[in-house]
């Protein structure tokens, strides 16, 4: 039975061994097939430029709904130009948005955009900026933009950013900016205006001209000639003026303005300044006469001489009493400011032995 058990493994050995052999044999026999290793593709690697910085991902515009409910684009920014390595080469395609090469390789693009729009803003001192100025303006174009200075106020200077040229033209209060390619920041300044009063004097003296800010009183002193009075003013540019007390004023300059004053002549009022007819013939008048006349407040004075053997007994002259002096000549009668006709009696006396 032992030898029987033996045998049986030895035959188990041997049919594995055989089949193992065969099994080699057969698998040696077999061409062994290459390991296939995937194909690596070209590929290009984009770069995007916006206003010539590097930016993330490619500018792209975007479509809005108008008011109608109607989709439309809203052009943002525009193609410029691309650049490629390994010369690669294509166009842009502005419909679909992309960049088409001709032939893929492996290599670098660089795609360029621009702005289509650039925004324009100001900051003003003593000014105010219009609501309805553009706020963004088509690339390559002109901008005009209104500007209203503070009443008062005149136009000092104007600075934008990049030393962009801007203009100012004080009558249409409009800056204006040519060939917008960036975005534009600029700063306007005014200042308060510097006016003047040009003052000419006709019959009188104070021809002059002075100035005074905006909103300023402002006046200069006039003088009108000997016999002229009630002076006649006339201001430009709505400017209305006073006079008292030889000033001639504007309470609020608001323009620029020339005043021409112009003083009347004034009918001299005159008086009389009489020695009465009852006068006796021993009293000469060697200075003045019996009658005369006095310009309203001027001086009139008359001198008597008695003849030899009398002498002057008085003079009366009613309420107003003449100043006395003895002259070379005779006694001299001084009636200073006269304001009213005068008569005066004389009488003379004999001269006493």
Known sequence: MKNKGMLIFITFLLIVCTAAAALGFIESKKVKEPIKVPEEKAEITYVYYLEDVEVEQMPTNIKETDDEGNEIENILYEYSSHTCTNKIEGTFNTETWTFEPNKVLD??????????????????TNAAIS??????????????????????????????????????????????????????????DFKIKKLEMKVT?????????????????????????????????????????????????????????????????????????TIDESKPDTIKVVQGSMIQAINKNETG???????????????????????????????????NEVSKNITCEVSAKIVSE
Do not use: H, W
């Open 107 to 124: 290599g670098t693009c660089k795609i360029y955009f621009v702005k289509s729009k650039y925004e324009v803003s100001f900051v003003a």
């Open 201 to 273: 004097v006709k019959n009188g003296t104070g021809n002059t001209t002075e100035t005074a800010e905006y909103g300023q009183s402002i006046s200069a002193i006039i003088k009108a000639d000997t016999g002229f009075e009630n002076p006649k003013i006339e201001c430009t540019n709505n400017q209305t003026a006073t006079f008292e007390d030889n000033e001639l004023k504007i309470y609020k300059l608001t323009d620029n303005t020339s005043c021409k004053v112009t003083f009347e002549k004034v009918p001299v009022e005159q008086f009389t300044l």
């Open 131 to 188: 609501e309805d100025n553009e706020k963004y303006i088509d690339r390559g174009e002109s901008g005009s933009f209104i500007v209203t200075p503070t009443e008062g106020y005149e136009f000092e200077s104007i600075s934008c950013t990049d030393e962009k040229e801007a203009t100012f033209d004080p009558e249409t209060n409009k800056v204006t900016i040519s060939n917008i390619m960036k975005d534009v920041a600029c700063k306007i």
């Open 301 to 335: 004075s008359f001198t008597l001489k008695a003849d030899e053997g009398y002498e002057i007994d008085n003079v009366s002259c009613g309420d107003t009493i003449p100043t006395i002096t003895e002259e070379s000549n005779g006694t001299k009668y001084t009636f």
